[in-house]
């Protein structure tokens, strides 16, 4: 099944704009999905998005400045964060999911994911 493998992290001011990457293995993943951790705390889901692209969820605190997409012919899963904000600021992992569940309350819970990355890093300053 392999590992994900994530990119673009970097140092931003408050407000700024990143762009993760994350590819893939191919496997029959049904979610993709990206993960926060802040410093201390436990890791939370941000966004996740189906294979073929219909479903996509969305953490509360995200909506409306982060963006997830896909490139299926790239295996590669996106995450454009815009106005970012200092709590945003962590290590951002991507994982898969192989079983359909169709609600934010599991496509965003990590437990229920695999294939982990090994994250990369995302700094705010104000």
């Known amino acids: 099944q392999g590992q994900s493998v994530e990119s673009g992290g970097g140092s931003v001011q408050a407000g700024g704009s990143l762009r993760l990457s994350c590819e893939v293995s191919r496997y029959d993943w049904k979610y993709t999905g990206w993960f926060h951790q802040a410093p201390g705390k436990q890791r939370e889901g941000v966004a996740s998005?189906?294979?073929?692209?219909?479903?996509?969820y969305y953490a509360d605190s995200v909506k409306g400045r982060f963006t997830i997409s896909r490139d299926n012919t790239k295996d590669t899963v996106y995450l454009q964060m815009n106005s970012l904000k200092s709590e945003d600021a962590g290590v951002y992992y991507c994982?898969?999911?192989?079983?359909?569940?169709?609600?934010?309350?599991?496509?965003?819970?990590?437990?229920?994911?695999?294939?982990w990355g090994q994250g990369t890093q995302v700094t705010v300053s104000s």
């Open positions: 994982a898969a999911r192989g079983g359909y569940c169709h609600s934010s309350w599991c496509a965003l819970d990590p437990q229920t994911y695999g294939n």
């Open positions: 998005i189906s294979t073929n692209g219909e479903e996509i």
